[in-house]
């Protein structure tokens, strides 16, 4: 049996690809761990694997001490030595094999009868016998588990951010166990695609998101919803992605629906869209198809952040853009029959295209952006009018960036005093007095409409909500969720926020939008 031990030992070091060594200091651990349970936790014991006979030799311990010091089990006396018969001094180590296998019995009893002060053996040792295997394969058992996991570990730690490829062995809890090769991976189910479904045996293609040494199940975690997956896909489709003459910029993704992706290309002769598309779209439609149908915008990157949040809108046409840098905005200006293609089916369409490029996108309707043009430009008009100015000026300084009265009149003389046609420093004087005399409420007409506008004023939030056509009490309900309880909270919380939070369409929410700026300048002006 011995001698086949060594054999046993290559042979599992071989199928589960663990070194020798590992095994044979598991062995020895689980030896000594039997043996410290059945001779006494308190013995000083040692292991060692014995390379000629295949099995393990087991030494106890024993310190020779002054008769005062002496720990039982441990220690003993040089009295105790001599009785003995030991030659030992003071402060010597003595080594006892002690003989645990049956074929080692008459050596285990001749030892016993010389040295039984220090260790019993005639009862010990066959209840060694009895415990140690049930202790040693629990120990191996654990040492093994813990090698492989370290294999595991070590094999696909640099593989993180990959694409893992396996077959689906079987269903923990919604999660899926996929066999790799060597191990197992875990596809949590927070990392499924929820209209994707598999049986036992599909194949699988997913993105290793980590590599967890302290988890108790497998230790490799997959996911199909990273968007890691599909920039992985379009590097494995398409060869100039993977040369890096082509590179991805950013991407979006909404799992198992519709996905963007921005690229740039270092030649000048090489179409970086044209080269992810490939050949009759052949390239993309591999990736849509890996993906199990998502519709996939590939957008030409660009420098100029609004080219480049013009070219993620896409398929919307865009007219104009209004940047407001210091809060990273953006105003997109489409053609009315536009609108709810740029918006996208419950916003999706610009929520990715600002999770793309990063800038917070608003959109807005030509005959609304309009209509709220012309009535700040008739505010400007009839403000500067008591000041003796015409509605040219009005009309230039709405082009040059005031774009309400409210701006006028916190403008400094010396931005409007270099503009032509207000006459210098006084001109600009009387044009910010009269915007300001204008906010406070000289001059104004109060016909019935300012009477109407007025009563609306004195409105709370929620009743001014109701003003709005289309919201009622639900509506209302709904909008709250989104702590949406005014005009001014709908205008000013991001469109995108809004329909995810209430699930309301983005179309609706646009032009609830610009129902409540209208209903707002009427108030105003």
């Known amino acids: 049996m011995e001698a086949k031990l060594d054999m046993v030992l290559e042979q599992v070091g071989r199928d589960k690809n663990i070194d020798k060594t590992v095994l044979i200091s598991a062995l020895e651990q689980a030896i000594l761990t039997a043996a410290k349970r059945t001779f006494g936790m308190n013995r000083e014991m040692e292991a060692k694997f014995n390379m000629e006979t295949g099995g393990v030799d087991l030494f106890l ?12 089990g441990r220690e003993i006396t040089v009295e105790q030595a001599r009785q003995a018969g030991l030659e030992a001094e ?20 001749e030892q016993d009868e010389k040295f039984g002060l220090l260790i019993d053996l005639k009862n010990a040792s066959k209840k060694f016998g009895r415990i140690a295997a049930q202790t040693a394969k629990q120990v191996i058992y654990q040492r093994v588990r813990e090698a492989e996991r370290d294999n595991v570990f070590n094999e696909f730690k640099d593989r993180k951010g990959e694409i893992i490829s396996g077959i689906v062995r079987r269903f923990e809890r919604g ?22 479904s598999y049986r036992v045996g599909d194949s699988i293609k997913a993105y290793c998101l980590d590599i967890d040494r302290n988890a108790r199940g497998p230790q490799v975690i997959l996911t199909r919803t990273h968007k890691g997956l599909l920039e992985k896909l379009f590097e494995q489709e398409v060869p100039e992605i993977y040369e890096k003459i082509v590179r991805i910029e950013s991407s979006a993704r909404e799992p198992g629906a519709r996905a963007k992706i921005a690229v740039s290309s270092r030649d000048r002769d090489v179409d970086p869209v044209g080269a992810c598309v490939g050949m009759k779209g052949s390239r993309v439609q591999a990736v849509v198809q890996e993906l199990r149908g998502e519709k996939i915008d590939i957008v030409p990157y660009d420098d100029d952040p609004a080219r480049f949040v013009c070219n993620a809108i896409a398929p919307a046409e865009v007219s104009r853009v209004i940047i407001d840098a210091e809060g990273h905005r953006m105003e997109l200006i489409v053609p009315d029959d536009k609108l709810s293609l740029a918006i996208g089916k419950k916003g999706q369409n610009v929520r990715l295209a600002s999770q793309l490029t990063g800038w917070r996108i608003d959109i807005h309707s030509e005959s609304k952006i309009y209509e709220l043009e012309r009535r700040a430009k008739e505010q400007i ?20 960036g005031w774009r309400s009265v409210a701006e006028l009149a916190r403008a400094a003389v010396e931005e409007i005093a270099g503009l032509p046609g207000i006459g210098g420093v006084d001109g600009a004087r009387k044009i910010i007095e009269s915007a300001q005399a204008y906010i406070a409420g000289g001059g104004r007409r109060r016909d019935a409409a300012k009477v109407e506008a007025d009563r609306r004023g004195t409105l709370s939030g929620g009743q001014q909500l109701m003003e709005l056509d289309g919201v009622d009490e639900d509506v209302l309900g709904v909008l709250a969720t989104a702590n949406i309880h005014s005009p001014e909270d709908l205008i000013r919380t991001p469109i995108e926020h809004v329909a995810t939070t209430t699930g309301i369409d983005m179309g609706d929410l646009a032009r609830l939008r610009q129902r409540a700026i209208s209903w707002l300048s009427e108030v105003s002006s």
């Open 61 to 72: 311990i024993v310190n020779v001490v002054e008769e005062d010091d002496a720990i039982e």
């Open 381 to 400: 008009a009839a403000a500067i009018d008591g000041a003796g100015f015409d509605h040219a000026i009005g009309d230039n300084l709405f082009k040059l």
């Open 90 to 109: 003071l402060g010597d180590e003595l080594l006892f094999q002690v003989f645990y296998r049956a074929e080692d019995d008459d050596r285990a009893k």
């Open 175 to 196: 999660a899926l166990v996929v066999d790799i090769g060597k191990a197992e991976a875990v596809l949590p189910m927070r990392e499924q695609v929820p209209r994707e």
